[in-house]
C-alpha cells in the first residue's frame, strides 16, 4: 500500500524502499500470492530504474509463482504488472499477449474490474504503438461495460482518450464538454 502511495507521490525512490520491504516479508512467506505480487512490482519498479535485467528476473519469478498458485486473480494482477511493463518498454507484442490472456481469465472469472484494468492498458499500448483503430474499439468496450456497470473510474479511463486529443488539438471547451456529459 505504501508504494502506491509513494508512486502516485512521484517519488520512484520511496516506491523502491517500500517495495524492498514488502519483498523482505514477502520472501519469508515462500511462493504466495504477496511474494507472486511483490515480485511483479518489482518488475515495474526497476524497469523504471533502467535496471531492466533485475527487473525481468523479477518478472518471471512473479509469473513463474502466480502460474503455480490457484488463484487465478493473483495471476491476473500479476499479467498487468507485466502488460505495464512491457508498454513502457514498447514491446508491443509481449504486452498484448500477457493483457489478452489477463482479460481472457478476468472474463472467466466474471471479475469485471480486473477485466477493465487488462482492457485499459491494451488500449494504451494499442495507442500508443499507433494501432487507434483498436485502442479505440478496446477504449469503446471499456466505455460500454464501465457504463453497464456504473463503474465511475473505467468511464473515466474510457475518456482520457478523447480528453487528450481534444486538449492536444487546442479545444479544451471540447474536453471540458466531454468531461461534463460523464458526470
Known amino acids: 500500500i505504501l508504494s502506491k502511495a509513494f508512486f502516485h507521490e512521484n517519488n520512484s525512490s520511496q516506491v523502491l524502499y517500500a517495495n524492498l520491504c514488502d519483498l523482505n516479508y514477502a520472501e519469508r512467506l515462500g511462493p504466495s500470492p504477496a511474494l507472486a505480487l511483490i515480485y511483479s512490482h518489482m518488475l515495474l519498479t526497476l524497469g523504471v530504474f533502467q535496471l531492466h535485467r533485475w527487473a525481468r528476473s523479477y518478472g518471471r519469478r512473479s509469473l513463474e509463482i502466480a502460474r503455480g498458485l490457484d488463484d487465478p486473480g493473483t495471476l491476473v494482477t500479476v499479467l498487468v504488472n507485466h502488460g505495464v511493463y512491457h508498454t513502457g518498454n514498447g514491446d508491443w507484442s509481449s ?13 472467466r472469472l466474471g471479475d469485471h474490474t480486473q477485466w477493465g484494468e487488462c482492457t485499459a ?63
Open 121 to 183: 492498458v491494451l488500449a494504451d499500448a494499442a495507442q500508443l504503438e499507433g494501432d487507434l483503430a483498436r485502442s479505440g474499439a478496446l477504449y469503446g468496450e471499456l466505455a460500454a461495460s464501465a457504463d453497464r456497470r456504473g463503474n465511475a473510474v473505467q468511464v473515466g479511463w474510457s475518456l482520457r482518450p478523447r480528453v487528450l486529443e481534444a486538449l492536444r488539438s487546442g479545444d479544451a471547451e471540447r474536453a471540458i464538454d466531454i468531461l461534463t456529459d460523464a458526470m
Open 95 to 107: 504486452a498484448r499477449e500477457v493483457l489478452e490472456e489477463g482479460r481472457s481469465i478476468a472474463e
